[in-house]
DNA sequence: ACTGTGTGTTACCGGTCAGTAACTTATCGC
DNA sequence: GCGATAAGTTACTGACCGGTAACACACAGT
């Protein structure tokens, strides 16, 4: 195997002054959880050995292994936290279009799209994760499939909301694009399959949602999308 | 981390009769390569040594380094094969409806559906593979890579001979919503979004070709398919 | 018989893995 | 100052990692 992990040499907070005022030092589980998450995000959870999480993180394997059972509960809590974020982010995407569930999913897509196309980006840590754990008993499982299971159906309720004939067909779909643009970011660069993905929404919406001029409750301008022309 | 591999106790082939006829025992090579193929695709790239490759390939890591230079390049090995064999694979499911652009995608997709749902299904080789191999010079992923833009190309070809007004929008529709397939069979068993497919691919087509009743050149049955009712 | 080739066997290298023991130090509230 | 708690340090275990050296054997074609 390759060498993996380059040294990633970094200074370490230690100690930060805080004898003063409100300046309250992060704790070793909080920077080893901070260490822990952009390391496995980038390299993999195989990749990344608790000893260099640890001195990552400017301590050592001795205080990890105080706040963490083992490696596996630090994936686990690992993914946990990644939950959190990717919960809130989603939640802030779509509140500026509350009561319209189609706008909605068109944000979330939108915000989606540039953030997962951001140079950094590798995809989606959940299903990343679940590629290395095979094993159906590790406990990162578990947060996975409860995550997704959550996503599908988050997004066969907005499709319900956006007034869909099939929304149990409409939301699975979307998550397949989802899905397919967080692994395909893995293989393509910039200009890959996932620059269409808000074309590919809209286009499912429009086959997806009657076109009903003037339905109640429905938003005023709900514009039709044709695919090119 | 945990157990990882399960000892996977092999009667391990061996030496085969071989000494009357036309039996070309396979050689170790071979072995090796297809007993890689399998755990690669079960266990990951990672989870898997060399030692037990080859032991479970029925001979030693002494025999194994004289077959391939290095582990990185029999992953690369193993990729060249996965792709060959997806190829072959590809070719037969279209080529029943060779000339029908629109009904090759359709069973290409029927097919990708019932093979990426199967019970030891693990979604997709390259996939999973690019997950574990974020460095960028590693031998597999030009592989990889070389891979999956040929699947963007035959997909954008596909919808550009089904008659779609944007072709390249279709392919790269279809292309997420394969790879979201099967990187969603990971997390979901059996009754996961995958299921849709089918449905998704046949409203993308529906939306994407233009409805001309009597078009030159084009099949006689191209019925329309909405969305549910 | 001789030799080349393919293969099996054993032992080993340096490095890393997850995880632990025992001890020291720094900082906190009191 | 005192004790409690959090954290750093060094050294270690046993297993596994990718990769190699040296040697033995079985069989092919000549």
Known sequence: MKSTTPPETGPAPGVAAH??????KPRVRDRILDTARSMFYRYG???????????EAGTNKMSFYRCFDSKDELIAEYLREQGQAYWA??????APHAGDARRQLEA??????SLTGKDGSRGCSFGNAV???PEGDHPGRRVI???????RSRLRRLSAEAGARDAEALGDTLMLLMEGGYLSRLSFQSQGPLTVAGKAVRTLLDAHIPALAADAAAPARRRRTAPAG
């Open 19 to 24: 004898g003063g005022g409100a300046a309250p």
């Open 45 to 55: 959870l195989r990749a990344v050995g608790v000893d260099a999480i640890a001195s």
């Open 89 to 94: 982010w989603w939640d802030a995407a779509i």
């Open 108 to 113: 979330l897509f939108d915000n989606y799209m």
């Open 131 to 133: 590629v290395e754990l």
């Open 145 to 151: 499939e409860a995550h997704k299971a959550e996503m």
